[in-house]
Every structure is written in C-alpha cells, then in structure tokens.
C-alpha cells in the first residue's frame, strides 16, 4: 500500500492530535465559502448569458475570455500555494492572503457585471478578460490558504467530514443568495435576463457579501493560530526555484493523481454545462424566468439536503466511493430530461414540466453535496498522505493541485460552451434574443450539447475516481504515526 513507504529521516515531525474544534468556530471559519461561492456562481451561472445575450460579445469571444482568466488563473495557483505554505509573518502564513486578497475578489466581481456601453468585439472583450483575470487570480489567494488553514485547523479523518459539511452550508448559503440576488431581486423586471442595468446592482451586491464573509472568516479565526502548523524555518524553506520539484513532488502521490484527473475530467464538462445552463433553461425548455429561478432553488434545496444525507452515507462508505456513485447521479440526472425531450418521450409542458425540471435539479443537487463532501475531505488526506510520505508539509499546494485542476477544466468547459453557441449558430443579437427567434434546429443541438454531451464526460469522472485507494485504515494509520513522531 502507498503509505506503507517509510519516512524520511531528515522530516519535520508533525503537529500532535488534535482536540476537536467547537461548532461555533467550525461556522466562524465556513463563512470564508460565501466569498467563493458568490463568485463562483455569479461567474458560472450568469456571465456567460451576460456577456453573449445581453452585451452581444460573440460566443467565441466570451468563451475565449472565460478560458484565458481561468487558465492563467490555474497556473498561477501553484505559485500562490507555494508562497502560503512557506510564508512568515506575525500573523501566520495563511491569514495575510485571507485578509488581503478578499479586496480586490470583491471589487473585480462588482466590476465585471458593471460593463460600460461598448462595441460588442476586442474592447469588450478586452475589458472582460482584464477584469476576469484580476477576479481569477485574487480568488485563488483566497480559497488556496482558507482551504489549507481549514485542512490544519481540523486533522481527524470522520471531523474533517464534519467541517466540510460546515463549509459546504455556507457554500450552499453563498449560491443561494447569489440566485436570489440574480434572479429574485435585480432581474425580475420586465425585461428580466436581458436588463443590462440591472446586473449592475447585482455585482456590487455579491461583491459586498463576498467581503463581508471572507472578512469576519478571517478576522475570527486569528486566535485559531495555536492549531496550526509551524512555517519552515529561512533554513528549511524551499526556494522558488524549487517549485518544479515541489509539484513533481505532489504527482508523485498516486491518491493526489486521481483527484486531480477526476476533478480535470468532471468540471470540463460541468463547466460547459453549467455555462450553457441559462441558455438552455431560456431557449431549449422555454421557461420563464421565475420558473428558471424556482428550478435553480430546487437545486439548492437538494444541496441542503444532501447534507444529512452524506452524513448517514459517509459513516457506512468510504469517501471515495460515495463521491463516485454521486458523480454517477449528477450524470444521470444531466442526461435524462434532455434525451427524453429530444426522442420525443417526455412532452410535458408548463407546470408539469417544471416540477419534473425541479425534481432532477434537486436529484443533482442532492448528488452534488454527496461528491464535494467527500472530495474535499480527500483532498486533505492525501495532503497528510504526502507530510507522511515525503516529510514536508504541502496543504496549499495539494488545494492547488485541485483548483488548478478545477479551474483549468472549467475554462476549458466555458471555452467550448462559447464555440459551441457559435457553431450552432446561436445568435448573439440581444434584440433577436428578446424577440426569443432561435431557429429550431439551433435549439435541438443545443439541447444535444447540454444533456447528453455534458454527462458524457461527468460518467467518465465517476470511473476514474474507483481508483483511489486511502480508505480511512489507510488515513487512521498516518494520523496516529504522525502524532507519535511529533511527541518523539
């Protein structure tokens, strides 16, 4: 087995156990996700439809823009992940990053919905990609150490679980106030989606509860700094020009190698379904748009609802085979309405439809919290897999590994949304979308990219993952040696 692999004379000896972290402080530290959560949303979900239907940038642009900021963005967490874990300050190495670049994650996210009238080609495109860059790169320098003050603050293998379930109420928080800010508050006028003005209210208004949470996370967990893993000394501290090394390091680990494959795989094409998701809810299934937002909240009901019950699932399953049956649903549930729809099957209209649209959104949902639950969760053990293996303490970087993953499928997922609305020929006129003149056939091929093309891939992501193999004997057994060596 991998961890079998002794350690390393020269390591550092790790922290000891720790007592559990009370639930109160466990919240305090959660709210970190509503920066995250907002962003990632309001990115997802509404910019690719605000860029293409209601700016008129073509598809290709847009989907361009999308890529290049997530992609430049993926790159750089390695950097940001190597300077936090080896950063020192009174503060610690984490919270300098927290506090600081939840500024300006805040101030690109209002930005970027409060585009000035311009000609919809290269300045528009331009100014998108600039601002998309400044939010990409800003929210890694957040998410990066909160996620690895998270993995030292809790180190039990079933708490770690725990906290992770506290982390994904926020998250799910997060996305609930960013559809209802969307949808419910500022888009819910006459003209709806396609209000240019009114997305302007909603940036600055998830702009505003990003701050608010990613600074009371950071503020309160500051006397939290006992629990944490001591930097390396000047002495011990990688250079930069070590960074390579460090990351062949990290791939070296066959538990952190399927993670990221499955995470590379699984959000490209969620990506590019989540990217389309308003283009199909609008055009394919004709909905209004209070249905598109009831169908969306049915979504969040079933991420709350997925909460208790990956509790039950993950105290009688191990972690990886939970988030891969759960990967499995998501794939069902994005393949099934679609091809009904398309072979004639399913002729629902009106309110029956979207009850049936709600109930497999909030299938997906339910499946959702059953994946990010555990995956997370994984994630932090295979960075305590490596401190066990190797001897160094890489928390940041692990997360890296994983978000750059994460973030370079998704631009990849946005960039193939955007040429496939062009090579579908998707109009990008705002006055023609208004009049909803969408040529039958470009709907019917949209329909074909968004279900069954988005749950190809999501399948492919559920195989992948049966092959990780640090079950909880595997992550009990690092735990307990790395509490002796630090006592020895």
């Given at each position: 087995?991998?961890?079998?692999?002794?350690?390393?004379?020269?390591?550092?000896?790790?922290?000891?156990?720790?007592?559990?972290?009370?639930?109160?402080?466990?919240?305090?530290?959660?709210?970190g996700?509503?920066?995250?959560?907002?962003?990632?949303?309001?990115?997802?979900?509404?910019?690719?439809?605000?860029?293409?239907?209601?700016?008129?940038?073509?598809?290709?642009l847009?989907?361009?823009?999308?890529?290049?900021?997530?992609?430049?963005?993926?790159?750089?967490?390695?950097?940001?992940?190597?300077?936090?874990?080896n950063?020192?300050?009174?503060?610690?190495?984490?919270?300098?990053?927290?506090?600081?670049?939840?500024?300006p994650?805040?101030?690109s996210?209002?930005l970027?919905?409060?585009?000035p009238?311009?000609?919809?080609?290269?300045?528009?495109f331009?100014?998108?990609?600039?601002?998309?860059l400044?939010?990409?790169v800003?929210?890694?320098?957040?998410?990066?150490p909160?996620?690895?003050?998270?993995?030292?603050?809790v180190?039990?293998?079933?708490?770690?679980?725990?906290?992770?379930?506290?982390?994904?109420?926020?998250?799910?928080?997060?996305?609930?106030?960013?559809?209802?800010?969307?949808?419910?508050?500022?888009?819910?006028?006459?003209?709806?989606?396609?209000?240019?003005?009114?997305y302007?209210?909603?940036?600055?208004?998830?702009?505003?509860?990003?701050?608010?949470?990613?600074?009371?996370?950071?503020?309160?967990?500051?006397?939290?700094?006992?629990?944490?893993?001591?930097?390396?000394?000047?002495?011990?501290?990688p250079?930069?020009?070590?960074?390579?090394s460090?990351i062949?390091?990290?791939?070296?680990?066959?538990s952190?190698r399927?993670?990221?494959?499955?995470?590379?795989?699984?959000?490209?094409?969620?990506?590019?379904?989540?990217?389309?998701?308003l283009?199909?809810?609008?055009?394919?299934?004709?909905?209004?748009?209070?249905?598109?937002?009831?169908?969306?909240?049915?979504?969040?009901?079933?991420?709350?609802?997925?909460?208790?019950?990956?509790?039950?699932?993950?105290?009688?399953?191990?972690?990886?085979?939970?988030?891969?049956?759960?990967?499995?649903?998501?794939?069902?549930?994005?393949?099934?309405?679609?091809?009904?729809?398309?072979?004639?099957?399913?002729?629902?209209?009106?309110?029956?439809?979207?009850?049936?649209?709600?109930?497999?959104?909030?299938l997906?949902?339910c499946?959702?919290?059953?994946?990010?639950?555990?995956?997370?969760?994984?994630?932090?053990?295979?960075?305590?897999?490596?401190?066990?293996?190797?001897?160094?303490?890489?928390?940041?970087?692990?997360?890296?590994?994983?978000?750059?993953?994460?973030?370079?499928a998704?631009?990849?997922?946005?960039?193939?949304?955007?040429?496939?609305?062009?090579?579908?020929?998707?109009?990008?006129?705002p006055?023609?979308?208004?009049?909803?003149a969408?040529?039958?056939?470009?709907?019917?091929?949209?329909?074909?990219?968004?279900?069954?093309?988005?749950?190809?891939?999501?399948?492919?992501?559920?195989?992948?993952?049966t092959?990780?193999?640090?079950?909880?004997?595997?992550?009990?057994?690092?735990?307990?040696?790395?509490?002796?060596?630090?006592?020895?």
């Open positions: 087995m991998a961890t079998s692999e002794p350690m390393p004379a020269e390591a550092p000896p790790a922290a000891a156990a720790l007592p559990p972290l009370a639930g109160r402080l466990k919240a305090a530290f959660s709210l996700d509503l920066p995250d959560s907002v962003a990632v949303n309001a990115a997802n979900t509404f910019l690719l439809f605000y860029l293409t239907a209601v700016c008129g940038l073509p598809g290709a847009a989907g361009a823009a999308l890529a290049i900021a997530q992609v430049f963005d993926a790159f750089s967490d390695p950097l940001i992940g190597f300077f936090t874990d950063a020192r300050s009174r503060i610690g190495r984490r919270h300098p990053f927290i506090l600081a670049a939840v500024w994650l805040a101030l996210l209002g970027l919905f409060s585009i009238h311009m000609a919809p080609g290269l300045p528009l331009a100014y998108a990609t600039a601002v998309l400044v939010m990409r800003s929210h890694s320098a957040f998410t990066l909160y996620a690895a003050l998270g993995a030292e603050l180190t039990d293998y079933a708490e770690r679980s725990v906290m992770t379930t506290y982390r994904w109420s926020f998250n799910i928080a997060g996305a609930a106030i960013c559809i209802a800010l969307g949808l419910a508050v500022f888009m819910r006028g006459k003209e709806g989606l396609l209000d240019q003005a009114a302007v209210g909603f940036g600055w208004s998830c702009a505003f509860v990003a701050l608010a949470g990613g600074l009371v996370s950071g503020v309160s967990t500051l006397r939290l700094r006992h629990r944490l893993r001591p930097a390396p000394t000047r002495a011990e501290a250079r930069l020009s070590s960074l390579p460090e062949a390091d990290v791939f070296r680990n066959p952190f399927v993670l990221f494959v499955t995470a590379l795989v699984f959000f490209s094409t969620q990506g590019m379904a989540v990217a389309l998701g283009h199909a809810n609008r055009y394919f299934w004709k909905l209004p748009t209070a249905v598109i937002q009831n169908v969306l909240f049915a979504n969040l009901a079933g991420l709350a609802i997925g909460l208790p019950l990956a509790g039950l699932i993950l105290r009688r399953v191990q972690k990886h085979h939970a988030a891969a049956v759960g990967i499995g649903a998501i794939a069902l549930c994005q393949l099934t309405p679609p091809v009904l729809r398309l072979t004639g099957v399913m002729t629902l209209e009106g309110p029956p439809l979207w009850y049936a649209l709600g109930a497999f959104s909030m997906a949902g499946a959702m919290t059953c994946v990010v639950i555990p995956f997370w969760s994984m994630m932090a053990d295979a960075a305590d897999e490596h401190l066990f293996r190797f001897g160094s303490q890489r928390e940041a970087l692990y997360f890296a590994g994983l978000t750059l993953s994460a973030k370079a998704t631009g990849i997922g946005g960039l193939v949304a955007g040429l496939s609305l062009d090579a579908i020929a998707f109009p990008h006129d006055a023609v979308l208004a009049r909803g969408v040529a039958a056939d470009t709907v019917v091929k949209l329909g074909w990219i968004y279900g069954p093309g988005g749950a190809l891939g999501i399948g492919l992501a559920a195989f992948i993952l092959r990780y193999a640090l079950d909880r004997a595997a992550c009990e057994h690092i735990q307990a040696t790395l509490a002796a060596r630090a006592t020895t």
